[in-house]
């Protein structure tokens, strides 16, 4: 099941607000507990940084250290 950001939007919008009820993936879900949310949230956050590391794009800063010989 590909989950997308808008999905993890959805369900941390969720959370913030104490709703039991989602729509996750194009389904409405409702949750039996705060802790079934927030386990969701997880598996999702998971699974979107799994695809984000499969995807061979990389984010970040790198740093570059030039050295020179002279030749005296």
Known sequence: MA??????????AAVATGEMSVEV????VQY???DD????RS???????A????S???HGSYRVKFATLRGD
């Open 56 to 58: 061979g794009t990389r």
């Open 43 to 49: 598996i999702i956050t998971s699974e979107l940084a």
């Open 3 to 12: 989950f997308t950001q808008t999905d993890l939007d959805n369900i941390n």
């Open 37 to 40: 949310l927030i386990k969701a």
């Open 51 to 54: 695809a984000v590391a499969t």
């Open 32 to 34: 039996r507990s705060m």
């Open 25 to 28: 993936n194009g389904r409405k």
